[in-house]
């Protein structure tokens, strides 16, 4: 009876009923989509598997998760600087040990070009993952044959010994083929070492630079190494040594960070510690000399792994490993020889274009932390207010980062420099707000010394530029640093030895 009365009330009533019939076919036609939609995001919500393993998928800060998963533009070209240093410091350090049970790093889908031995360049996309890591997060795909575990590089990359991940950080570069003046370019490793009772210290750096790899046009090389010591007695003033080599005289890898410059080297010992051994001679005139043999032994998860700044044909890298390390051994000049045992050190690693370069640099130990500081400013942009970082670790490894817009000088000291009285920071100040974390960092100089960088110019026959030098006294200091604040709900204080570099 219902089917007659529906089928009557269509004849008799057709464009009404096929109105209702639209009608009704479009709400259930929007209740399809919105279920199947629906259940889509709760597949996606639940299937972590989509992005990687786990329960917790950690990405760069800004990225669409959907539009990586449907491979948008937006998520072609994505990556996580300085991942493994994300992976071991952080995710998998000791600090979060109690929380987290495991982490896969992973990289899914990225795009490659893959050069054929004809010329051709194919696109590829390419995945790469630890092993061992997916296994733990039950992310490990469905084998249908062969064996599929880690090899020596997932292990490097994952838990590096001690030396492996000097040399990976350590390294050495060659310039860009986009530097324009390659003369310019340099790339050193940098030790200092301070005395218990913080009467002496010393600088010591193994450089090479110039054209590497561009002779000029009569095919001669250009480049070269160079030593330089600077020996430092509290209110004595410093003493300069240097020494210079021919390439032939100088080897150094981009594969490892061992250095050689004639008689004077760096390497990286079976254990992680760095041997330096450096001679040069008193830039004075004197005819005396200096003999460096250290040990330097850093800290275990006190480091800064590095970062890479380009602008146009300016370039400038730099990383830290050994930002809190021991050192054992001499100095000596002539006979007179300054032992160290167990001594506050530091060791960085610099490279880039530097001419018209300047900076503001300082590290230093605050009871249990120590801190890193610095800013680099290429020559167009002297006068720019870019942000500086402050780079706090301790015990368990990097702690927190700050970044101050500023950082302010009280410049009450006076040095002598050529003759010339030139006016020095006595105190300086950094401070930041980040959410709910706060920094004050506080330095007070105890000895400061000031060197003219035009010198060198005019030397090189570019008197003009030097002239330009808004900036041309390049100051290092030691003193004390003084840290106070808040990180992570927690107080942090201290206060220690260190040194800081700005330009007057």
Known sequence: MIVLLALRNVVHRPWRSALLFLGYGLGVGV?????????????????????GGGEV?????????????????GGLFFSIPNARFVQGQLLAGPRLAADVRAVAPQIDGKLLYLRLRDGRELPVRASGEVPSASAAVGAAPDLDGGRWADDAGDRRWAAPAQAELRHAIDRFHLPPANVARPESWAEWHYFNVLSPDRRTWAFVTLMVGGRIGLPDSAGVPRWGGQVLVTTHVQGGGARRFSARVGP?????????????????????LDDGRY??????????????????????????????????????????????????????????????????????GYHDHNWGTWQGV???????????YTLLYGRVQPPDSLRAATPLFVYLVDSLGFRALFRPRTIRYE?????????????????????????RDTLRLELLVEDAVATDTR????????????????????????????????VGGAPVAGEGAGFFETYR
């Open 411 to 435: 410049d009450a000291r006076t040095v002598t420099v050529g003759g010339r009285a030139v006016r020095v920071p006595a105190r300086g100040w950094l401070e930041d707000v980040r959410g």
């Open 57 to 73: 998928t950690v990405l760069p800060e800004g990225l669409d998760v959907e539009v990586m998963k449907t491979g948008g533009l």
């Open 358 to 368: 300047t900076w503001e640099w300082g590290a230093a130990r605050a009871g249990a």
């Open 248 to 268: 032939r005289d100088v080897r150094f890898s981009t594969a490892d960070a061992d250095l050689r410059v004639g008689p004077s080297s760096v390497r990286v």
């Open 275 to 344: 041997a330096v051994r450096a001679e040069a001679e008193a830039e004075d005139g004197s005819g005396a000399r200096v003999t460096v043999d250290l040990v330097v032994a850093p800290a275990p998860r006190a480091y800064f792994p590095g970062a890479t700044l380009e602008s146009g044909d300016f370039a400038s890298g730099y990383a830290v490993a050994g930002l809190r390390a021991d050192a054992t051994g001499t100095v000596c000049v002539g006979a007179a020889c300054e032992r160290y045992d167990g001594a506050q």
């Open 455 to 486: 010198t060198g110019l005019v030397e090189r026959g570019e008197a003009e530029y030097a002239r330009l030098l808004a900036r041309p006294y390049f100051v290092q200091m030691k003193g004390t640093a003084r840290l106070s604040g808040r």
């Open 31 to 51: 209740m399809v989509v919105l279920l199947a939609v629906g259940e889509a995001l709760m597949a996606q919500a639940s299937d972590e598997k989509l992005v």
